[in-house]
Every structure is written in structure tokens, then in C-alpha cells.
């Protein structure tokens, strides 16, 4: 049997810049032929993995997806380095078929869905991790967000780099076409929560932090710099909370409003947002 030496560990090292002990395994794996023990290395997503976790994955393919009912719904991102691998319908399939696993698997978290069978032979993780080696870019599985709810509807852009998922109170085929009218909405006006009574307490106390130095930088007096804030906060609200948001398609009226036209009890109950 193959034993590696020193030296060959050392070459196969500055060859990959993987580490030591991965270039022995590769070695030995491979009977001390280098060009092996670089596919070897290549297809567990270990060459070059040390400089690639450097480096920054910035685009990739969010996807949104349902069940048949349409009460659940589930978002995820594989993220890659360059558009042109993005664009690649293998990368693109990929990421299409770890969408359905979540799915179908309905895993609780990230690191579940990462953990879960890819293939016969791989679970998740591991088939990413060959991805950075056989691609030769750092790829990441960055998001999965589900999501339940009466009806969820999908928007999904069609450069496949941003993704929404809305959830309505009413499961009715009649409200379908709103739901994915909001689903737009978000995707083009990114409301930062569905109602006023949802935001972050933070990113309140922040408008308002941020409005007092404005209106102090204006010039105004320290006794009205409060009442100044709590204005500009209101319309943060209007502008940045998805039912207090003008409606683009009719800004006449609110998305609440919208909702409202149709049954006097639709709204809102969830969203999630992802784009690259």
C-alpha cells in the first residue's frame, strides 16, 4: 500500500493549497499520483478550499417554491462567485432540486437541510462541497427560509436573483393573483416588515436616533427635536412597512387598502425576501 511521504504532502500542498492531512488522504487515496490526488481533492471540494473561503460569493440563484395546497412555501440561495456560473442550467438545476428536498423534507433549519440526502451518495453539504471543487469558485447554500400560512404565493425574478414568499389569512384561488401582486410589490419596494406593529424595536429606535440628529443638524430646537423624529418615523412606517406602502400598482391606494377591496378581512400574515 501506497504510503505518502513528506515531501509529496508538501508538493500536493503548494499544488492546492489544501492542508496537510487532506493531501495525505488524497495521496494515498490515489496511489501517489498527483493528477488523481488533485481530482480526488477537487471532487471533496478541499483544493484551493483555504483561498476560496477568502473570497466572496455574491451571486447565485434564490428560488421560491410551494406544495401543492399552497400552505407552505420555502426559499433557498446557492451562491456562487460569478454570473457565469450563476447562469450555468447545471448550478441553476441544483439549486432547483435542494429547493424541492426542502420541500418535500420541511427541515427546520438551515444546518437540517444541509444534512439531508442530496443523492445516494451525498447528503447536501457534501454535494456543495464538491461544487467549490469542481467548479473552482466558493459555493455556498447561504439561505433557506420557509414559511406557512392560509395561501402562499411565489414571486421569482426571472434572472433568478431575487426571490419573495407571501403568506394571505385566506385560502381562496380568487385572492391567488393579489398575493402575487404583493409578492411583486415586496421584491420592488422591500418593506422591512408587514405591518408598523412588527418592526424591529431597534430599527425603530434608530429612525428615531437618526431623525433628532437630522432635525438638530437643521437647526432646530432641542425641544422639538423629539416630536420632528416621531414625524420622520411615521413615514418610515408609510414608506418601509409593506401594508402601509403605496400600492404600485395603484397609488391611490395602500397594499393594505388594496387587500382590503377585495374582501374586507385579507391581509398579510408573513413574507420573506431574498435577493443577490
Known amino acids: 500500500m501506497y504510503k505518502a511521504t513528506t515531501a509529496d504532502i508538501q508538493k500536493l500542498r ?15 487515496e490515489s496511489a501517489g499520483v498527483f493528477e488523481d490526488a488533485q481530482d480526488w481533492l477537487r471532487k471533496k471540494g478541499i483544493a484551493k478550499a483555504a483561498k476560496r473561503e477568502e473570497r466572496e460569493a455574491k451571486e447565485g440563484v434564490v428560488v421560491a417554491k410551494t406544495n401543492a395546497d399552497n400552505t407552505r412555501g420555502i426559499l433557498v440561495a446557492l451562491n ?9 442550467d447545471n448550478f441553476v438545476n441544483m439549486t432547483n432540486k435542494i429547493a424541492d428536498i426542502a420541500l418535500e423534507k420541511a427541515p427546520a433549519s438551515l444546518a437540517e437541510l444541509l444534512a439531508l440526502p442530496y443523492d445516494a451518495t451525498s447528503n447536501i453539504a457534501d454535494k456543495v ?48 393573483q393579489a398575493g402575487r401582486d404583493v409578492a411583486m410589490q415586496i421584491a420592488a419596494m422591500s418593506p422591512v416588515s408587514v405591518s408598523r406593529d412588527d418592526v424591529d424595536p431597534k430599527i425603530i429606535e434608530r429612525e428615531i436616533e437618526v431623525g433628532k440628529e437630522l432635525a438638530r443638524n437643521e437647526g432646530k430646537a432641542e425641544d422639538m427635536l423629539e416630536k420632528i423624529a416621531m414625524g420622520r418615523l411615521n ?5 418601509s412597512t409593506l401594508l402601509s406602502q403605496k400600492f404600485v400598482k395603484n397609488n391611490d391606494m395602500s397594499v393594505e387598502q388594496y387587500l382590503k377591496s377585495l374582501d374586507k378581512d385579507l391581509t398579510v400574515t408573513a413574507f420573506k425576501h431574498v435577493a443577490l
Open 129 to 176: 462541497g464538491e461544487q467549490n471543487g469542481i467548479i473552482g469558485e466558493k459555493i455556498e447554500l447561504s439561505r433557506y427560509e420557509p414559511i406557512s400560512g392560509a395561501q402562499i404565493l411565489t414571486y421569482n425574478h426571472s434572472n433568478n436573483k431575487r426571490s419573495v414568499l407571501v403568506a394571505l389569512n385566506k385560502n381562496d384561488e380568487a385572492f391567488a
Open 80 to 88: 456562487c462567485e460569478t454570473d457565469f456560473v450563476a447562469r450555468n
Open 14 to 28: 503548494e499544488m492546492t493549497d489544501a492542508g496537510m492531512m487532506d493531501c495525505k488522504k488524497a495521496l494515498e
Open 235 to 239: 413615514k418610515f412606517f408609510q414608506e
